[in-house]
């Protein structure tokens, strides 16, 4: 089974967001004014993000995506198509 980047709501995925480009955003912009301390956000970046930014953008496509497509695979043959809601 592969992993899920996906959050239980599209609100909380969102802040995740929020926190964890703020803290990398953060902690780059912040190195002429505080100097290396300021690094210590990238950590908690990457933790909001879980891992990297490009893993937060694919739980963002799971999290609006839940639901509404449905994975089957079948002889080692998979697709993806619309759920029967």
Do not use: N, Q
Not at 53 to 67: D, I, K, V
Not at 69 to 85: F, K, M, P, W
């Amino acid at each position: 089974m592969a992993e899920s980047y996906a959050s239980a709501t599209l609100t909380r995925h969102l802040v995740r967001g929020a926190v964890g480009f703020g803290a990398l955003i953060g902690a780059v912009a912040l190195l002429p004014v505080v100097g290396v301390v300021s690094l210590v956000l990238a950590p908690l970046g990457l933790v909001a993000l879980r891992g990297c930014p490009t893993c937060w953008a694919m739980g963002l496509a799971e999290t609006l995506s839940r639901g509404r497509l449905e994975r089957t695979c079948e002889d080692g043959v998979c697709s993806v198509s619309r759920s029967a809601r």
